[in-house]
């Protein structure tokens, strides 16, 4: 008797938040939901930034752990601020991968990170698409690498929608039909896999949700004059004074009236964020301002309910102990758990090759 030939998917949608998702008219996702458990009230890392995030959803772990504390961080050591989205954020995570330690053929298509993974499709190649087609495409690709390659492993992102809702808004049109669209695609994707393994884990979440912005604050306009490096992730920004006194650089942001958090030192701690790459200061913006120079009408970064919570989704009702009251961090036990399953089947059907053959699996 073979063993079970089994698949895990991992189906990020990049900047979905709860609200979008229960708008929007999904039956294939709502099918999932079904027939297996689910948690709208999931928790995202802070800040709600997307290479933070899916550090988190790959790893496992948290910023001060895995390192990557923003989009963006100023490295002391050489002096210089280091973008990762120019610089490959996988050279600077700390902690091991999904990819790194799951066994046979690993798939990351739009995916930031990606280390470990045999088949890369970047998140740069999908984004090089037109907006609304970058999405569709990343599911295409992924259909097309599961019948290919049999991966026992495949993370697809999905930046789309994401930069739909910054372009127009969280809650528009445009998003609510895109993510229909995209129900579509996952069910083609679902109906692939279904033909091709014998069991299948399906988890399907955001890494941060959006809130509506309009406004926009100058990091240095709000810090003329004080020698700072600022490295915006959208509504969180982590600031760095060079010979600077830490606490004129917070006594401007406390009196300016338009920041939530000033975090400096030990309250770090509290949100995961002691890591010798994070600012003197972490600032985040009140609801409705966004950090970054773009003019967009949704953003995220920040810690408001609708950036925070996200919908995770998993295919197998015997996953609701692990999932409620979890963050983001919960997929890799999710499906380590799913593999060790896997694992205990597989030992069951060898042993039941030398039973009476009137009790078969």
């Known amino acids: 008797m073979s063993k079970l030939k089994c698949s895990i998917v991992v189906l990020i949608l990049d900047g979905c938040s709860v609200e979008a998702f229960q708008r929007a008219k999904t039956p ?43 989009n963006s961080f100023y490295d002391r050591s050489v002096g210089r601020v280091v973008d990762f989205d120019v610089e490959d954020v996988n050279k600077y995570l700390f902690s091991q991968t999904l990819m790194e330690v799951v066994e046979g053929v690993k798939v990351c298509i739009g995916e930031p990170i990606t280390r470990g993974s045999d088949i890369t499709i970047s998140k740069a190649k999908v984004q090089s698409l037109e907006l609304f087609e970058q999405d569709v495409y990343a599911l295409n690709e992924a259909i097309r690498l599961v019948k290919e390659y049999n991966p026992r492993l ?31 695609l996952i ?39 004080l020698n700072t490096i600022t490295c915006v992730s959208h509504r969180t920004a982590h600031i760095y004074a060079i010979n600077e006194d830490v606490r004129e650089v917070v006594n401007r942001l406390e009196g300016d009236g338009r920041f939530d958090l000033v975090l400096t030192g030990e309250k770090l701690a509290k949100y995961h964020l002691e890591n010798p790459r994070s600012g003197d200061v972490v600032v985040t913006a009140k609801e409705g301002y966004e950090l970054s120079s773009k003019r967009l009408k949704g953003s995220h970064g920040g810690l408001s309910p609708n950036e925070l919570f996200v919908p995770l989704i998993v295919n197998k009702p015997e996953y609701a102990d692990i999932i409620k009251n979890a963050d983001i961090t919960v997929v890799p036990k999710i499906v380590f758990r799913y593999l060790r399953e896997v694992g205990a089947i597989n030992i069951a059907m060898e042993k039941l090759q030398y039973n009476d053959p009137a009790h078969d699996w």
């Open 28 to 70: 294939c996702i709502d099918g999932l939901m079904e027939e297996g458990t689910y948690n709208l009230k999931c928790k995202s890392i802070y800040p709600t930034a997307t290479f933070t995030a899916h550090s988190s959803i790959v790893t496992g772990t948290l910023p001060n752990t895995h390192g990557i504390v923003g």
């Open 154 to 184: 495949t993370i697809i992102n999905l930046p789309g929608v994401d930069g739909i809702g910054e372009l127009y808004g969280p809650l528009s049109g445009e998003i609510i039909a895109h993510l229909e669209t995209l129900d579509e």
């Open 187 to 225: 069910c083609d994707l679902k109906e692939t896999i279904e033909k091709i393994y014998d069991d299948y884990l399906f988890i399907i979440l955001a890494d941060h949700g959006m809130a509506h912005v309009h406004k926009n604050i100058d990091l240095h306009e709000v810090l003329e004059g």
